[in-house]
Nanobody, 121 residues
Framework: QVQLMESGGGLVQTGGSLRLSCAASATGGFSINRLGWYRQAPGKQRELVATVSRDSGTNYDDSVKGRFTVSRDNAENTVYLQMNSLKTEDTAVYYC??????????????WGQGTQVTVSS
């Protein structure tokens, strides 16, 4: 099993910055592979923001490229999302996501509880 604990959301003005953190803890022999962030705005579907693989390969949604940076600390199993030049359209609940391989083979997906990011104009 994998548990995810997020922190760092809040209220910020347009153009400001926030940093999200997510600590992942794996038990039962699970091995965490990909970590990342998704977001869901009111009335919209959850969408990918950014992911980072175990070897630090990254993937970003086009809407955040050049403004957001995802990184991870493998020793601490923590993933970060540095968000700069925030826009009102970045307002959403941000969810930490982990993909982990079970000792018996399959990959499972886990979600954090979500943290609110609100960008005011």
């Amino acid at each position: 099993q994998v548990q995810l604990m997020e922190s760092g959301g809040g209220l910020v003005q347009t153009g400001g910055s926030l940093r999200l953190s997510c600590a992942a803890s794996a038990t039962g022999g699970f091995s965490i592979n990909r970590l990342g962030w998704y977001r869901q705005a009111p009335g919209k579907q959850r969408e990918l923001v950014a992911t980072v693989s175990r070897d630090s390969g990254t993937n970003y949604d086009d809407s955040v490229k050049g403004r957001f940076t995802v990184s991870r600390d493998n020793a601490e199993n923590t993933v970060y999302l540095q968000m700069n030049s925030l826009k009102t359209e970045d307002t959403a609940v941000y969810y930490c996501n982990a993909r982990a391989r079970a000792p018996w083979g399959p990959i499972y997906e886990y979600w954090g509880q979500g943290t609110q990011v609100t960008v005011s104009s």
